[in-house]
Each structure stands twice: as structure tokens, then as C-alpha cells.
């Protein structure tokens, strides 16, 4: 298995100090489990959002982006499920007053060997009581019962306290999907089997986020939406698995890190539900999941709407609710899950160490560092800088020693660095450095783009 020198401490120690991502509301003392992307940090999301949309939207002539409203009629949630359904078993330790989830609980006191997804509340209570599982917190045995505790968000719209109606910021973005599969397939004309994709805020209430970014109270989906024929669903269901592997392989990460785990509780819809689990520094758990959710959404969209969500063959005639493949990831997590792959300590020829982040070109926030030997060769970097700045994002350094500009690239993720020196000056030459194997050409500054832009494909 390929070394991973990423602890938690040094992952979000670099991200807060390098500008990738900040405590929410910082200077008011931040507000738990809440984070923002600083100017590094945007440029990696946005880049991860992009290779996604890329791979699956783009490269796909069947497959439709949409951009959702996040507050959705409340009937949406009644079919969904999520009002009656969506939530995580509670308990409160009556010693220290914190919150547990007796299925988390359960688990690493088994060590994992019981599966508490299987378990039904009352066999959790019992398994509880049994083992005398004590609070990870205060050492103390002493909970309340398990109370069922729904996730989603509430809030009101309206004018007046009288005229309020409840609504929901959406705990996942996958109901905007459903929600336009008529308007989507009448609208592109697009014939079954078909997508519908879509990145977006979902908000919940967890009961114990925590991890960085791993698990917060409002993170971003990416999510894919798979519109099949009954019969077709299983081969369509292997396919999002293998692309939803490769996918995440493409990015860079090592295969040694990736593990499907196959769902072994079914909700009572589902064929079959898997995750790929990375093994992030706390130990293998869910980046995505894959879904075969039969025709239940669609169907349950036709009964609490009215509106009919039949498709109609057009070769046979052949009138169905389609079946569907989801496909779901999250960004923040797959962010954290990038950051800690890439990376790296590395002991240089002086004994120094850099720490270096071997992002995909494609995902890293800057593709160049545009660095001038000397604050007077400044006229000519910027110059460098408004050429490459039209084709991709780049950062200008002109402070301190070039070793000193290197490691603060390498430490964000930066794979090329120009620097511009007096021979630049005289033929219009610069050198371009690789983060990686930190060695150094000379090139024209007219090959520049083009000997990047090959570089930082992702295909
Ligand atoms: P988990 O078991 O970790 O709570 P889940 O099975 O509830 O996740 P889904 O509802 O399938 O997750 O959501 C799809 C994806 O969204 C997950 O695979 C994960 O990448 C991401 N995700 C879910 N909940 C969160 C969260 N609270 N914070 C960040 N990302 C999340």
C-alpha cells in the first residue's frame, strides 16, 4: 500500500495557513463545523467541480446539467421520504451532555464487526445496554433512549407569523433532478436511458459532524441521476461503479487507497447500494455512493405530485417509470479526500524537508507561479503574467528568496513556476520549474500557454 504521510493536524493546519480553507466565522470565534474556502481553496474546489462536470456532463452527449432551487415545495420532502424518514439515532449522555449516534457508537465498540445500519432501533438499545457501551467522552454509562432525529433544516417563508409555512433547506440535491426529469426530457428531447447531473449546497442537521471538512452541517453534491429501463438497471448500476472508480483514480488517487463496500441494509426500494470508501487519516469511509433506487423516486414523484412520469418508448410504444442509477458524491469530501493524497514530506539533498502537494494539474489552484529573479525584472513578470492569466489561473510572487517562492508553491500545489531573469531579458526565454521533479527548462515565453495547457489537461 502506497505510504500516506497526511496527518489530519498537518492537512488542516497547511489548509488554514496556505489560504485554502478558514474556521467559519473566524473572528467571532468560528461556529462549529462550519469552513470557508479562502482564494487557494475556491480555485481547488471549483477546478474538482469542473473535472466532474467534465467527466460526466460534458464528455456524456446523454447526460443534462440543471441548477435547482435549494428551497423546494415541502411535498417534495413528504415523497422523498425525508419528512418521515431522513433521520440518525440520538442518544444524550446525561453525565457530560454530549450528543452521540448509537449507530457510530456501536460500531467502534464492536470494532466495526457489527454493522448498526443493519440494527433496528431496539436492537441498538439493547446491544447498548448489553455491552455497557460508556460515553467516548466522560468514560460515564449513563444515556438517555434513542430518539429518532431528522436531519433537514427547517425554516419558514411567508409575510406574516400566521401566513408561514415550513420549509427545508435541502439535506441533497438529487430530488432537483427528479423533480425536472419531464421538463429536462421534453426540453432536450433526450430518449431513455439518460442523465440529469447537478452540483449544489445540501444542508443537515448531523448530530456529530467533525473531520474538517469530512462531515459539516452544509457541504456541496455532486450528483448524477441515471434514468434507465427496469431490466437494463443492474448493467447500468456496474457501469456507474467502474466510472465512479475511475473517475476518482484520474484524479490521482492510489487504488491501494479505494475500497467498495457493499450496503448490506437496503432501504426497501433499493436493488443494491454500495460506497467507495478512501481511507482518509481516521480510517476507510464513505467518498461516494452508487445507488440502484428502482423506480421509486419517479414513482413517488407521479403519486404526491398528479403528474404523470411515464415515458413512452418511442421504437416500442412502450409506456414506464423509469428506474434510477445514482450516482453521488460529495465535493468538500472528495476535496479533503485530494488534500490528503497529495500530501508529501520530502527530504531534500541539504537535509531540509518540503512539503509538497502532488495535486492532478488540472485540479491545482494555480497552474503557474509567475516569479521574477529580482524586483526589477518586475515589468517583464507582470508582462508574463497578463499573457498566461488569459488562459489559466496564476499567482505572482516577488517576495523573499526563489527557495523560499518554490516551497510556498510547492506547498499549495503549484506544478509549474516561471521564473524570469535577465536572459529573459535579452531572448525572451524563461525557465519553467516542475513541482514535481523539481527540474528546469528553458523555454520561449510565446510556448508558455501551450507547453502548460497540454500539461493540465484532464482526459
Ligand atoms: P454518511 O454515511 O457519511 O453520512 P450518507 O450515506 O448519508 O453519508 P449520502 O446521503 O449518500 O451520504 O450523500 C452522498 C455523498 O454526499 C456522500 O457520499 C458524501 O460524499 C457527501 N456527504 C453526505 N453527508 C455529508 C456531510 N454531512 N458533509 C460532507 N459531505 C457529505
Not at 433521520?87 to 448509537?102: F, G, L, V
Not at 436492537?123 to 467516548?136: D, F, L, N, R, S
Not at 442509477?325 to 537535509?351: F, H, K, V, W
Not at 527557495?403 to 531573469?421: A, L, M, N, S, W
Request: charged share 25%.
Amino acid at each position: 500500500m502506497k505510504e500516506i504521510k497526511a496527518t489530519m493536524d498537518k492537512v488542516v493546519n497547511l489548509c488554514k495557513t496556505r489560504g485554502l480553507i478558514y474556521p467559519g466565522s473566524d473572528i467571532y470565534g468560528g461556529m462549529g463545523n462550519t469552513w470557508d474556502y479562502g482564494p487557494v481553496g475556491v480555485e481547488f474546489k471549483n477546478n474538482i467541480k469542473r473535472t466532474w462536470w467534465k467527466r460526466f456532463v460534458q464528455e456524456n452527449p446523454n447526460s443534462y446539467g440543471v441548477d435547482a432551487a435549494i428551497l423546494m415545495n415541502s411535498r417534495v420532502w413528504d415523497a422523498s421520504g425525508h419528512t418521515s424518514s431522513f433521520s440518525d439515532p440520538k442518544m444524550d449522555c446525561k453525565n457530560c451532555k454530549t450528543r452521540h449516534r448509537a449507530d457510530n457508537l456501536i460500531e467502534s465498540n464492536s470494532k466495526g464487526k457489527v454493522n448498526a445500519d443493519a440494527l433496528s432501533t431496539e436492537e441498538m438499545q439493547t446491544y447498548i445496554e448489553e455491552h455497557k457501551v460508556a460515553c467516548p467522552h466522560c468514560g460515564k454509562f449513563d444515556w438517555t433512549p434513542i430518539r429518532q432525529f431528522n436531519l433537514m433544516f427547517e425554516t419558514s417563508r411567508g409575510v406574516t407569523d400566521e401566513g408561514t409555512n415550513k420549509i427545508y433547506l435541502r439535506p441533497e440535491t438529487a430530488q432537483g433532478e427528479f423533480v425536472n426529469f419531464l421538463n429536462v426530457q421534453r426540453t432536450t428531447r433526450a430518449k431513455v436511458p439518460f442523465g440529469i447531473a447537478q452540483i449544489g449546497k445540501a444542508f443537515r442537521n448531523e448530530i456529530t459532524p467533525g473531520n474538517f471538512i469530512f462531515r459539516t452541517i452544509e457541504f456541496e453534491q455532486m450528483e448524477h441521476q441515471w434514468f434507465c429501463k427496469a431490466g437494463e438497471d443492474e448493467k447500468y448500476y456496474n457501469e456507474f461503479k467502474e466510472k465512479a472508480l475511475k473517475y476518482v483514480l484520474d484524479l490521482g488517487i492510489d487504488e491501494s487507497h479505494l475500497r467498495f463496500h457493499d450496503h448490506d441494509k437496503l432501504a426497501h426500494y433499493a436493488r443494491a447500494a454500495c460506497d467507495i470508501q478512501y481511507l482518509f487519516p481516521m480510517g476507510w469511509n464513505e467518498l461516494n455512493g452508487i445507488h440502484n433506487r428502482s423506480d421509486y423516486d419517479l414513482s413517488r414523484h407521479q403519486e404526491f405530485s398528479g403528474k404523470s412520469m411515464l415515458y413512452t418508448d418511442p421504437f416500442t410504444n412502450e409506456k414506464f417509470v423509469p428506474n434510477v442509477i445514482e450516482y453521488s458524491i460529495g465535493a468538500d469530501r472528495l476535496t479533503l479526500a485530494l488534500l490528503c493524497e497529495a500530501y508529501d514530506e520530502e527530504t531534500l539533498e541539504n537535509g531540509e524537508t518540503r512539503v509538497v502537494m502532488h495535486f492532478h494539474p488540472a485540479i491545482a489552484p494555480y497552474k503557474v507561479a509567475i516569479l521574477p529573479l529580482q524586483k526589477n525584472l518586475g515589468d517583464k513578470a507582470k508582462e508574463v503574467f497578463a499573457l498566461l492569466s488569459k488562459e489559466f489561473m496564476c499567482d505572482y510572487d516577488e517576495a523573499g528568496s526563489i527557495g523560499k517562492r518554490y516551497r510556498r508553491q510547492d506547498e499549495i500545489g503549484t506544478p509549474y513556476c516561471v521564473t524570469i531573469d535577465f536572459e529573459t531579458l535579452e531572448n525572451g526565454t524563461v525557465t519553467i520549474r516542475d513541482r514535481d521533479s523539481m527540474e528546469q527548462i528553458r523555454i520561449n515565453i510565446s510556448d508558455l500557454a501551450n507547453y502548460v495547457n497540454e500539461k493540465i489537461k484532464f482526459n
